[in-house]
Structures are given as structure tokens and as C-alpha cells.
């Protein structure tokens, strides 16, 4: 395929996508609505399945300096009991936890500037003989050979070529947020599990420690500024150290709330000259932080199935072909893990430590090793 992908949104799915498009020899220009290209957020787990493959882009010896090299995780009681350990198994590439601004800013430097046009608002598409042309607001009209929409969660392209609605709220949301250097010593990621609330601890490298908290509340129950950061206190004021140090050393305002939220998977992602990638094809809840690596999965195969066809719709169609079943069934299992996870029933959090507990480490590293194993062109 000669003519360029116009790649939809600048985020980790957007970058990922043009960077492996590029590699293979393809033109791609990203477009994001944003006057300019800068991620917010906290920590992310980089699991070996993305890190294989951004180390085929070069890129993750740049990761790992920039991150914290992640062996070894806990599961513990809210009152710090031990209840589980977790290895990542030895795989081809590591596990690296890593701020998301860190991640975004190694993906963006990996572009040619030119490659990245912001304030370019998707308004809409429509596809010609010869492939997609876009309304992309300040940047005027732009042509390619196909449209890839990787603009998060309320995709506009997808709003346009499926038009299914909102996604699905599943009852709890997470709250986030980066400890500075200092305020805790810990190396390893830890979960926390309560009674309809979670706490998860995450070293990112730099001595800081990022956190995300979870807990059972309406879709849009009320929680501003400072009020914000004073109820996640009285929440967690009991559990065990450090996590009270954690929030309480986080400025009010880098304390950030996003609704979980996910959609049953489809098969159809796209039409024509059309498709959708990352969270605009397969939104997933958190719970087993693959969002973003599902995302680097999707830039790598969706590049390999291009340049090996001759015709744009053809090779988005195995794209699409090729990653509905694994992003389908990670979908499913993390919204299992997430519900579980949220139990607040006192005799079902018992039983969920005893399992916990009890499980072998040989079935924990099987269900690791299936959830990592990635090739982008098998």
C-alpha cells in the first residue's frame, strides 16, 4: 500500500499505530483535537506482550530508564495481611511500570514532527474511489488511503461508522494519582482489596509512586478539589501503610477520577477504508492494565496486515480478523476480575482471600503466560 493512514487521536494507541506504520513503510499522519500533545494521567503497567514489541521499535531501552523494572507483585488484605504472591514469568521482554506522560513522550519522539498535526479536530469522514477523506476541524481537509480512529474511549469515528451508543458504566470509579519522591520506599506493585474498594501502589521510576483507588459509588457521584483528595482519606484512613502517606502527599489538584467503563465486544470495527484501534474498537476496564498494551499490540498487527495486502480494505479486515479474539477475551476477564475485585459482601471477601491464598503460583504464572503471549505476525 503506497498512499498514507490518517491515524485519529495522539494518544498511546494513535503514536503506536504511526510509528509502526512508518517502520513498515507506510505514510502516516496522526491528527489530534488537542492545541497540543501532552498525556495526563499516572502510572502504567507495561506488561511483556507491549514490551516485546516496543523493543522491535527500538524504544524500550528508553522505557526502562525512563520506568521501574517490574518482577514481582502482592495482593494484600486491607489491614496489610499477605495474601498472594505474583511473579512475571520470564518471558522475551520485561515488565515495566512507568508514568504515562514518560510512555507518551517516548512514543511521540519516536515520530518526525511533521507526522503529528495538532488542534485538528475530527468533525467527520467519508470515503472516494481512490480511499478517506477527512474534516479535521483547524487542519482543513485531509485525504489517505484509510481512516484509523484511535480516539479513546467516546471515539467520534466510531460515532460515525457504528453509531452503539455510549459505553457501559460498571460501577465504580478509580481515582489516581503520583506520590512524589520520598514519600514512601516500595519496589514491587501492590493490590489492596477491601470491602467494594481497591488500592493499587505502583513504582514508576524517579523514586516516585503512583496509585489508583477504586471503590463502589454512582456514576456520578459528587468529589471536587480539595474534596476530592479529603474523601479518598476517610476511605482508606484505616488500611495499611503507606497508602494514607500516599494520598495524603499528592497535591489536591493531580488527583485525578475517570469512570470505569467498557462495551461488550463487536467483530465489526470497520467498513470500507475504515477501522477503529485501541479504546475506540475494544474499551476495557483497568483491571488488568492491558488498555494500553492492547493498544501497542493493535499499531503492530494492524501495520503488518497493510503492508502484506494490496488493498487497504482488505488488510484492515485482517487486522480486524486477526485481534477480535484476543482483545475480546481480555475484555471479558478483566471486567471478571474487576467485579470480583469490588465485592463488598463480607462473606464473599472472605472467600475471595481464601482463594486467594490458596491458589498455586503454577496457575497464576499459566494464566500470565496466556495473557502475555503476543505475535504480531502469528
Not at 69 to 80: I, K, N, P, Q, S
Request: aromatic share 8%; proline share 6%; charged share 25%.
Amino acid at each position: 500500500m503506497s498512499d498514507g493512514v490518517i491515524v485519529i487521536g495522539g494518544g498511546i494507541g494513535g503514536l503506536s499505530a504511526a510509528i509502526a506504520l512508518r517502520r513498515a513503510g507506510i505514510d502516516a499522519q496522526v491528527y489530534e483535537r488537542a492545541p497540543e500533545l501532552r498525556e495526563v494521567g499516572a502510572g502504567i503497567s507495561l506488561w511483556p506482550n507491549a514490551t516485546a514489541q516496543l523493543r522491535r521499535w527500538g524504544l524500550l531501552d528508553e522505557i526502562i530508564r525512563r520506568g521501574h523494572l517490574y518482577t514481582r507483585g502482592e495482593g494484600r488484605a486491607a489491614d496489610g495481611r499477605l495474601l498472594t504472591v505474583f511473579d512475571v514469568p520470564a518471558m522475551d521482554a520485561p515488565g515495566v511500570l512507568i508514568h504515562r506522560a514518560e510512555l507518551h513522550s517516548v512514543l511521540l519522539e519516536a515520530l518526525p514532527a511533521w507526522a503529528v498535526n495538532t488542534g485538528a479536530a475530527f468533525e467527520r469522514f467519508r470515503e472516494t474511489a481512490s480511499g478517506v477523506e477527512v474534516d479535521a476541524g483547524e487542519a482543513g481537509s485531509v485525504a489517505g488511503a484509510c481512516l484509523v480512529g484511535a480516539d479513546g474511549l467516546r471515539s467520534a469515528v466510531r460515532e460515525q461508522l457504528l453509531n452503539d451508543g455510549p459505553p457501559i458504566y460498571r460501577g465504580y470509579p478509580v481515582w489516581r494519582g503520583v506520590a512524589p519522591a520520598g514519600t514512601a520506599e516500595c519496589d514491587t506493585l501492590i493490590e489492596t482489596l477491601g470491602r467494594g474498594q481497591r488500592f493499587g501502589i505502583v513504582p514508576i521510576g524517579g523514586d516516585r509512586i503512583a496509585w489508583w483507588a477504586t471503590a463502589n459509588e454512582p456514576e456520578n457521584a459528587p468529589d471536587e478539589g480539595a474534596e476530592r483528595k479529603a474523601k479518598l482519606l476517610r476511605m482508606f484512613d484505616r488500611w495499611h501503610q503507606p497508602i494514607p502517606q500516599l494520598i495524603e502527599a499528592t497535591p489536591d489538584e493531580e488527583i485525578l477520577k475517570n469512570g470505569t467503563y467498557d462495551r461488550p465486544p463487536v467483530r465489526r470495527w470497520g467498513r470500507g477504508r475504515v477501522t477503529l484501534l485501541g479504546d475506540a474498537a475494544h474499551p476495557t476496564t483497568p483491571n488488568l492494565g492491558q488498555g494500553g498494551c492492547m493498544a501497542i499490540e493493535d499499531g503492530a498487527v494492524l501495520a503488518c496486515c497493510l503492508a502484506n495486502a494490496s488493498d487497504a480494505a482488505a488488510g484492515l479486515r485482517a487486522y480486524e480478523g486477526r485481534r477480535f479474539r484476543r482483545t475480546a477475551w481480555i475484555t471479558r476477564q478483566s471486567l471478571a476480575y474487576g467485579r470480583i475485585g469490588q465485592w463488598q459482601n463480607a462473606a464473599a471477601v472472605r472467600l475471595r482471600e481464601t482463594v486467594f491464598r490458596l491458589t498455586p503460583p503454577s496457575v497464576t504464572e499459566a494464566s500470565f503466560r496466556r495473557l502475555f503471549a503476543f505475535d504480531p505476525v502469528g
